[in-house]
């Protein structure tokens, strides 16, 4: 089983589907849906199940994002003769990984705000914070509140990276061989300084760095593969709370 494709998936959408569908006035016009997240116009239990919906969905999109970089990490970047300006492939790996850690951290992030949502915690977006969340007395004791402390400890291993990238502007070393990597930003920068090593300097840079490459996807794969695991854990315990609240009086 998948995160997409999940039982608390597909019932958040059938529940928001049934109601989404457009309206027939007693003419046989076809009314105007409005769409968007945060519509004031629902009910509360639409409201609920909506905005239940909505971070849900954005948690499995964010898996189909990570797809997505880990099949244009292993594409080959092929530099053109005489242009100037040129994309290396260890350059090409650097930004990609960059992009990696970024969206992996925000699977807690994006979990948190679909918990808080589904518990009906009612933090604002702002301050939903693993804190105010882990700690509420209605999600502490609860197998909800384990998996999220599993998810913390597997996404806190890029949450220094990605403070250096995007608060500090500070590059992410990806977590491969460290020498290659070296090597071939000598052979980068001597190649940008127009110093003549030759075809044979960029041969050996793109050589080390398809090396670089390839260990770096297995090693996103498999996170992708355990963090996935625990999303599906986390939409499994999720479930039952949101069955119990749907059937509640709002």
């Known amino acids: 089983m998948a995160v997409k494709g999940h039982p608390l998936d597909i019932e958040l959408f059938w529940d928001v589907d ?18 968007g997240y945060g519509v004031n116009f629902l009910s509360a239990i639409q409201q609920y199940q909506y905005n239940s919906f909505y971070w849900c969905n954005r948690l499995v999109a964010i898996f189909d994002r990570l797809e997505w970089i880990r099949d244009m990490t292993g594409r080959s970047v092929h530099r053109r003769k005489n242009e100037k300006k040129s994309v290396f492939l260890e350059e090409w790996i650097m930004y990609n990984y960059e992009h990696y850690t970024v969206v992996y951290q925000a699977i807690l992030d994006v979990a948190l705000l679909l918990t808080n949502e589904l518990f009906r915690l009612g933090n604002p977006y702002k301050k939903c914070s693993y804190s105010t969340v882990c700690d509420n007395t209605h999600i502490n004791g609860t197998s909800v509140h384990h998996i999220l402390e599993k998810l913390k400890d597997t996404t806190d291993k890029h949450r220094e990276g990605k403070n250096l990238l995007v608060h500090r502007g500070e590059r992410i070393r990806p977590p491969v061989d460290a020498v290659n990597l070296d090597t071939t930003e000598i052979i980068n920068m ?12 960029e041969l050996l840079s793109e050589f080390l760095s398809i090396h670089s490459q390839k260990e770096l996807i297995k090693t996103m ?3 992708c593969t355990e963090i996935e695991s625990q999303v599906e854990d986390l939409f499994s315990a999720l479930l039952p709370y949101y069955r119990k609240f749907r059937s509640a009086n709002f």
Do not use: C, Y
């Open 18 to 35: 049934v109601w989404r569908q457009p309206k027939i006035d007693k003419s046989g016009f076809q009314l105007p849906l409005r769409r």
């Open 190 to 201: 001597a190649i940008k300084v127009d110093i003549e090593l030759g075809e044979t300097a």
């Open 221 to 223: 794969e498999k996170e």
